[in-house]
């Protein structure tokens, strides 16, 4: 049964590459602009072994490369997510918190994060922490209002059982409104994690001299549309691997909540 809903998760992807390859040695789709699915996948391999070396400098350092932005996202990641989730519970369980911070806040989230990369690299110059910093901006606002949300749908009712059995207001802030508004905390996680690896990329690409963004804007430049294609799909993997992961700890935690489907059935 498992291996039946993880092969039907697989079976449009799979059309999909299958297609493409067909209409790629057909010769539908010219292979110097889009790369046919095994040319990538042979580039993809020796990125990460440097077996044949096709990959050039790049041959074998796949791992660094992924290396470098994973450790910028978690880094940017988890400080938005301290700081969303705190920020957020304050606004959404105090009315003069809401109040004080919601104005700014409002002002400052339409404006894109890849705007503040002129600022980012004055800042900070070309290293890590311009990286960080963009993509704590683009996990942060998401998280933030999903748990302001989160918040403010907890049922009331809940609330007042707690104040009835003389619970203090940091016990129920901890023991009953943090708890149910889980559900949209980790909405907003999800959505954050997303925004996380973009901004990863995005700042490699112009902040940054390492990193499977940088590899990919490299390659550009000397017309190795196969390995773009390749760090395209490391992008896309790591960031389907970190929302699995999330995925997996919501399931955990949501585990209370009966007859919700959490991750989504087969």
Known sequence: MIISQYARRLLVPLALLLLWEAASRLGYITRGLLPAPSGILMIWWD???????TALDY??????????????????????VIG?????????WSNLADILMEPTLQILRPIPPVAWIPLAIIWFGVADPPAIFLVFLGSFFPIMMNTVYGVRAVDRNLVRAGEMMGAKPWQILLYIVFPAALPGIFAGLR???????????TAEMVAVRSGIGYVLWDSYYFVRYDLVMAAMASIGMLGYLSDLALRLLMNVSLRWQRGTTIAGKG
């Not at 990125?47 to 070396?53: A, C, V």
């Not at 041959?59 to 938005?80: E, F, K, N």
């Not at 959505?191 to 990329?201: D, E, H, R, T």
Request: a positive charge.
């Open 191 to 201: 959505i954050g994690i997303g925004s996380a690896w973009m901004l990863s990329v």
């Open 47 to 53: 990125w990460i072994t440097g077996f044949q070396g």
């Open 59 to 80: 041959s074998g350092h796949w791992a660094i490369d992924a290396g470098a932005s994973l450790r910028r996202v978690a880094c940017g990641y988890g400080l938005a």
């Open 84 to 92: 969303g989730v705190l920020i957020g519970i304050a606004m959404g």
